[in-house]
């Protein structure tokens, strides 16, 4: 079985989902410790063609909660719909995002994490990707090692023979160590096509939003399929 993780991002950029597709089992890494400013809590969108961030406010926010455990707050959010409004109000596909993000921000859920994993089901059903997904937290004890060492953990208890990593992780994690443990290691790289955004110069690795706000299903369906992995 192939295994791939993260922590649950809000409205990631396309190597998220690529990441999720390319995996028969998605692990949210929800136990995680919560980084202020990371991209758990925001992403990027397009502003007058230039990247802005467009994030979520939380409650209380502390670096010492996991994300789990983690409140949001949740009296900004016509505020922020205006403001996707007001960004993306002439891309050709703005109702069917925007659809999206109204659907996203009606969760009534004020623990982080459940908010988030709600707007990944979201995006994944009308991307098309059917990828089991489970908590990390949901497996006992895992939360006790660290690093590469989790991940030996959950492979083995899950029964995962191969383990794919973003391509950012090539420092973090060697491949002889994970074939010593019986597990073949995987890095995707994403291969992202341009696509026009406002006529403007492209702007690179903005959330999946701006994805679906300038191109049709069928596009992103492919685009879903450009990357390698080694």
């Not at 809000?10 to 980084?35: E, H, T, V």
Request: proline share 3%; hydrophobic share 40%; aromatic share 14%.
């Amino acid at each position: 079985m192939i295994i791939a993780g993260n922590q649950p991002y809000f409205i990631p950029y396309i190597a998220y989902w690529q990441l999720m597709k390319a995996c028969d089992l998605f692990l949210i890494g929800d136990d995680y410790a919560f980084i202020t400013r990371g991209w758990v809590q925001r992403n990027r969108i397009l502003r007058q063609g230039k990247p802005a961030y467009f994030g979520l406010e939380i409650n209380d926010i502390s670096c010492h909660r996991l994300i789990n455990q983690t409140e949001l707050l949740r009296d900004d959010f016509a505020r922020k719909m205006k403001e996707l409004y007001h960004c993306y109000r002439s891309a050709p596909f703005f109702e069917r995002g925007y659809e999206l993000m109204e659907r996203i921000f009606s969760c009534e859920e004020t623990n982080l994490t459940a908010f988030l994993v709600n707007s990944i089901e979201i995006v994944r059903e009308y991307l098309g990707i059917k990828t089991k997904m489970m908590y990390t937290s949901q497996i006992e004890g895992n939360c006790r090692f660290k690093r590469e060492h989790r991940v030996f953990d959950f492979c083995d208890r899950l029964g995962g023979t191969t383990y794919v990593n973003p391509i950012g992780g090539q420092a973090l994690y060697k491949k002889d160590e994970f074939a010593a443990h019986g597990i073949e290691l995987k890095f995707i790289h994403s291969h992202c096509r341009q696509y026009k955004q406002f006529g403007t110069a492209f702007v690179p690795g903005l959330s999946i939003l701006d994805v679906i706000m300038f191109n049709s299903r069928e596009e992103i369906a492919q685009m879903l399929d450009e990357y390698t992995t080694e």
